[in-house]
């Protein structure tokens, strides 16, 4: 069964401090997607990144940047010169063909990010 | 476009009472999920819907039942509430795509208390 899993329950940093976020994932299938959310103190969900299993080429978004290694079956995130708007819980989530259609996600328990002054 | 909305945002009920909670999207997706977030667990799929008039069940489907009698319109009933359930519930949607698995958007949660 498709599995994903954040070992780092919790990470304080100061801020402009870099901080990479873990993220592992089992699954059977060969084809299958990777996301990241994002879920601030305000409590909704923002979408981040989506990924797919053919694509391993590393993406920068700003701050941000994904390393996709198939090889380890993982997916981190890094923040770059982290701030404190960064303070966020972030989820790591896996879809794949057996989840039976209809694009569900599997989600990681969470990584809560604290970034200080 | 107001994207993916939830009511009631918060609701106490006692053990044993009914409600449902009403999740709206504008962005005409075919796909709708219902999840369910407790400390340190994440976020699990209770039931989803791969268009209108089909529901299947989730993760932890227990305790719920859906409706999508509308495309716009996902239905989350809990018929006798229990204190287990005291949870925040987040409504989700995607668009269908042949061969690539879209990202969902969110709702804002709705928050439940079940004392």
């Known amino acids: 069964a498709q599995k994903v899993t954040q070992a780092q329950t919790e990470i304080s940093v100061v801020e402009k401090e870099d901080v990479t976020l873990d993220c592992v994932y089992e699954?059977?299938?060969?084809?299958?997607?990777l996301f990241w959310y994002k879920q601030p103190p305000s409590g909704e969900l923002v979408f981040l990144i989506r990924?797919?299993?053919?694509?391993?080429q590393n993406e920068i978004s700003g701050r941000y940047s994904w390393n996709f290694q198939k090889s380890t079956s993982s997916f981190n995130f890094t923040i770059t010169a982290s701030q404190v708007v960064d303070s966020a819980v972030y989820f790591c989530?896996?879809?794949?063909?057996?989840?039976?259609?209809?694009?569900?996600?599997?989600f990681g328990t969470g990584t809560q990010l604290k970034v200080e002054l | 476009n107001a994207g993916v909305t939830q009511t009631p945002k918060f609701r106490v009920l006692k053990t044993g009472q009914s409600m449902t909670l009403l999740c709206a999207q504008d962005?005409?997706?075919?796909?709708m999920y219902w999840y369910r977030q407790d400390p340190g667990m994440g976020l699990r799929l209770i039931h989803y819907?791969?268009?209108?008039?089909?529901?299947a069940k989730g993760e932890v489907p227990d305790g719920y039942n859906v409706s999508r009698l509308k495309k716009q319109n996902f239905l989350l009933g809990l018929e006798s509430a229990a204190p287990s359930q005291t949870s925040v519930y987040f409504c989700?949607?995607?668009?269908?795509?042949?061969?690539?698995?879209?990202?969902?958007?969110f709702g804002p949660g709705t928050r439940l208390t079940v004392l």
């Open positions: 989530a896996l879809s794949d063909s057996f989840t039976g259609g209809g694009n569900k996600l599997t």
């Open positions: 699954t059977r299938d060969t084809t299958y997607y």
């Open positions: 962005m005409n997706h075919e796909y």
């Open positions: 989700a949607s995607s668009y269908r795509d042949r061969d690539i698995y879209n990202e969902q958007f």
């Open positions: 819907s791969v268009g209108e008039g089909t529901t």
């Open positions: 990924r797919n299993s053919f694509d391993e």
